[in-house]
């Protein structure tokens, strides 16, 4: 039985955040409805073409799912159920943003079968938040946490950024001690990257806001992490926490080249060595679906061979804190990474930046310092 992991785009929001430059958008909420009846119709057509298929991890992503109704969300898993075989064991996540959920919206989710949430808090300073574009503020993020342990949701995630314009370390702590406080299964700690094109940007490069140095945004990271390890979050993945027992199960099948299929506009997959995405318009999107023709969606980004596959296990690999297994990789390829990329693997250790230790090869201090602020030029 092929084994798979699910994701689901949910591309609207109430508003979008300065730094954003995912494939999500405001004041589109007519499209909604079409919208959620297409991406059930395409997991029912790929269901129907992928027999035998045991789905591992749902994970609904955006944009902002909160933001609309809870009915949309209630029957994407539903048809979910109704077309695949879902592990009873299988972790299923909802990205909430504070100021766009309520008892009645998380209640609905409990009951659909959702058992992981992931909360973008950012900051606990309001200041920071109202700077790039949040819709919520401190307050809403405690009372969003204070009614999901009502509910009954005991697996909770907060996202929060480094390196904010204007963010000090004084900031990072305060939020951290927040979320310690708050006993949540896990934390995510991302570095604000600049995307071309944002608003943010045109701001930073107006002279209207200006970015904390490298310095002081390393020392964040590295406060980060000592803080939280010190506080029992095992520090699992580059910009991930979490308690014994709590890592994101999605997210690590990603990091170690399992295979998943992503609905909706922009969504994702990887199967058999291809990596392929849906086209980004929502309207064109739908408009293919109603006219049957799925296959129009789809853009083929990379066709793997066993090379390709290779290089990407091993970049993937060195996310995680523990590396590439070097027994893993013997299993999948059939050879050991010193004897596949003895020369590569010569140079980074030369320059400090990974190690091995006979068991797996993983990144050093200097090389997760470096990954951490500018991972896409790193690998």
């Known amino acids: 039985m092929k084994e798979l992991g699910i994701y689901i785009h949910i591309p609207f929001c109430k508003s979008k955040c300065l730094y954003c430059d995912f494939n999500s958008f405001a004041q589109k909420d007519d499209c909604i409805d079409k919208y959620i009846n297409a991406v059930k119709k395409e997991i029912e057509k790929y269901a129907q073409e992928n027999k035998n298929v045991l789905v591992k991890t749902i994970y609904i992503g955006g944009g902002t799912p909160s933001y609309i109704k809870e009915k949309y969300i209630k029957e994407i898993i539903q048809t979910l159920k109704s077309n695949f075989e879902i592990n009873p064991n299988a972790e299923i996540t909802i990205e909430v943003n504070p100021g766009t959920v309520n008892k009645r919206k998380l209640n609905c989710y409990y009951e659909a079968g959702i058992n992981r949430l992931s909360i973008g808090l950012q900051s606990t300073n309001d200041k920071l938040l109202k700077l790039i574009g949040r819709v919520h503020d401190f307050e809403d993020f405690l009372e969003t946490v204070k009614l999901a342990n009502t509910v009954g949701f005991t697996n909770i995630n907060a996202d929060c950024m480094i ?27 991302y570095s604000l990257i600049v995307e071309p094109g944002t608003p943010l940007e045109k701001k930073i490069e107006s002279g209207e806001l200006k970015l904390p140095d490298e310095e002081i945004e390393r020392y964040m990271y590295w406060f980060t992490k000592r803080k939280l390890e010190e506080n029992g979050y095992l520090h699992y993945e580059i910009s991930n926490f979490a308690k014994p027992l709590f890592r994101a199960k999605h997210n690590l099948d990603c990091w170690s080249q399992k295979e998943y299929k992503g609905f909706g506009v922009s969504a994702s997959s990887y199967e058999n060595g291809v990596r392929y995405t849906n086209i980004p318009s929502i309207e064109k999107y739908i408009e293919n679906i109603e006219n049957g023709k799925f296959s129009k969606n789809y853009i083929v980004e990379e066709k793997q061979d066993r090379e390709a596959m290779m290089k990407e296990y091993m970049l993937l690999g060195l996310r995680k804190i523990t590396g590439v297994s070097i027994s893993e990789f013997r299993k999948k390829f059939g050879t050991i990474p010193m004897f596949k990329y003895n020369k590569e693997i010569t140079k980074l250790t030369d320059e400090g930046l990974i190690e091995s230790n006979g068991i797996s090869i993983r990144l050093t201090k200097k090389g997760l310092d470096l990954a951490n602020l500018v991972w896409e030029e790193f690998v």
């Open 163 to 189: 390196g904010l314009p204007n963010q000090t370390i004084y900031d990072v702590e305060e939020t951290l001690n927040v979320l310690i406080n708050l006993r949540l299964t896990h934390i995510s700690v």
